[in-house]
């Protein structure tokens, strides 16, 4: 478990915030006069995870390199918490040759074997692959570990079934993530769900279970670091349900008319925020910081997206390549 | 967009298909709905528009994401009399329930002797152009034609999506309804014109199993589905100009397939493009091919073509996509190569 750094908390949450950000800017500034989701520099659909900060950063903040990750349809906060790097992450998202997989992959299908971070936009598909690589780092005998991250609709596929009861079953040195931001598309969870709870689901599998709630960083990180260390010690998996908070659509475009009054409140429950000012309480950030803060993150998302709009596409004879190693 | 005109109003193909599930819906009370998002939310891709308001959550039901269970349920459902219309969101998605659709929904009927009878409506969003990526832009009709005992039927245009929707839930088999998310009509996709049409608010039936001439020639015969007989037009009138006849076949079922009207085509052009938005090998386009051979090759002035998405994934990047689809100008190109 690394110690807690709640400064650190808080710039990676604002760091992934204005990337989000601007992503939401740059992906809707092209598509007019009638919106039209295939057309723009960035062109596709778009799950943005901002207000789910806390969950990426209070689990990443105690990974290694080496430590591998399968997340979902929305990925950004992930990939860049665990050190995919941005340049080559927004090349990616703007289909260029200097993209992670060269354009061919998109914003859902992010590959970067060097962090050992993948996403695919098949629900709750990525678990069973993150328990394959804690099986290899089990075989392998290292102590690195795996995280698989899906959402609270994940939850009730067979997929996550499958993989806690393999996961148990082997002791397999993986952390299920569960992201309930109460919302699969326009499903509420009470219509989905019949445990009031993952992490009842996950003693039901043989694991310990936690679920965190108020999307709060610093239990998200202590939680996690409990987990992780356990994983690490050969004691096996865990699953930690982070209650968190979509703060836009599920994709973008949407319109989200289905989700009523809880629309209306969902600015004033935006975690960053809050964070800084428990900080700025602690006497632990002062408003100087937040500033240079937020200017060091919008300097490095300007450079990421200047990056990516100067790279070069691929030409069309690319998309016959790679089927095959 | 709508016109208040009854005798001459256009809906979008969203629209239609949901109006051919609403009038059997008000018609038989044992059709229902089930799927992600098709209550309130309408169906991801206009599927179920107007359904929630009309019929309520108790016949238009919302499910976990779970496509064994729910398209399992419907299973269930039909062999005990209802008539469940399932939708599930994304073709691509198959892979997570390919089980119950193929081994389940499609051989009880056979593995019964007869006796037990499915009447199940699969519903399913397929088709790229919008980069979507590799998980979320197939086709796939080919991979479910070739496993026996479903129905499969692909709209390529509101009157068909309407007509074909009733049939479909009228069939006492299983019916898997693909429908290409760029023919669907949707605001927030491509303006594809040919996706708003004149549908009558009656109820109607369009054949399961016969294909249409969607535009007659003498030249060539193109034979398609889907978002490609949209093109497939718009090419044939691209090339019309430079004095060729386009014989535009929307074949609408793959299974049943209507090879009288295909085979009747290419004898009297005698050079043939099948245009396929699914992969190449394997599928469709040998299929056509295969008819055509095994009937008469000789019917053939040309060599039978082909166009179709390359064995590859679908890419994400723009220019890679159409790199690999059959868009308008390669349709129009292989037109003009077969009369050179």
Known sequence: MNPLNRLDLYKEMVRIRQYESRILQEYHADKKPAWDIGAGLIPGEMHLSAGQEPAAVGVCAHLRKGDAITAPHRPHHFALAHGVDMNAMTAEIYGRDTGLCHGKGGHMHLFDPENHFSCSGIIAQGYPVACGQALAFKRKGTDHVAVAVAGEGAANQGAFHESLNLAALWKLPVIFVIEDNDWAISVPRSHSTANASNADRAAGYGMPGVRIENNDVEAVFEAAGAAIDRARAGEGPSLLEIHTLRLFGHFEGDAQAYRGADLDTVHDRDPIPRYAGVLKELGELSDEQIASIAAEATTEVDAAITFATSSPSPTADDALLHVFA | ?340
């Open chain 2, 1 to 340: 967009m709508t016109s208040t005109d009854t005798a001459t109003r256009r809906i979008t193909a969203a629209k239609a298909m949901a109006e051919g599930i609403a009038l059997e819906m008000r018609r038989d009370p044992d059709v229902f709905v089930m799927g992600e998002d098709v209550g309130a939310y309408g169906g991801i891709f206009g599927s179920t528009t107007d359904l929630f308001a009309e019929f309520g959550a108790d016949r238009v039901i919302d499910t976990p994401i779970s496509e064994t269970g729910f398209i399992g349920a419907g299973i269930g459902a039909a062999v005990e009399g209802l008539r469940p219309v399932v939708e599930l969101m994304f073709i691509d998605f198959y892979g997570v329930c390919m089980d119950q659709i193929t081994n389940h929904m499609a051989k009880i009927h056979y593995e019964s002797g007869g006796n037990v009878t499915v009447p199940m409506v699969l519903m399913a969003a397929t088709g790229g152009g919008y980069s979507d990526g590799a998980q979320h832009s197939q086709c796939l009709w080919g991979t479910f034609a070739h496993l026996p005992g479903i129905k499969v039927v692909v709209p390529s245009n509101p009157y068909d999506a309407k007509g074909l929707m009733i049939s479909a839930i009228q069939d006492d088999n299983p019916v898997l309804y693909l429908f290409h998310k760029g023919a669907q009509g949707l605001v927030w996709m491509e303006k594809n014109p040919r996706s708003i049409g004149h549908v009558p608010e009656e109820s109607f039936t369009v054949p399961i199993g016969k294909a249409a001439v969607a535009r007659e020639g003498t030249d060539v015969t193109i034979v398609t589905l889907a978002l490609s007989v949209q093109h497939s037009l718009d090419a044939a009138e691209q090339v019309a100009d430079d004095g060729i006849s386009v014989e535009v076949v929307d074949l609408r079922s793959l299974v049943p397939l209507d090879t009288e009207t295909v085979l009747a085509s290419v004898a009297k052009t005698g050079r043939v493009l099948v245009v396929d938005e699914d992969y190449r090998s394997f599928g469709l386009t040998g299929e056509i091919a295969a008819v055509i051979a095994e009937h008469d090759p000789t019917m053939l002035k040309k060599p039978f073509r082909r166009l179709a998405v390359p064995d590859v994934p679908i890419p994400y990047a723009r220019v890679l996509e159409r790199g690999i689809l059959p868009t308008r100008d390669k349709i129009a190109a292989c037109v003009t190569d077969l009369m050179a």
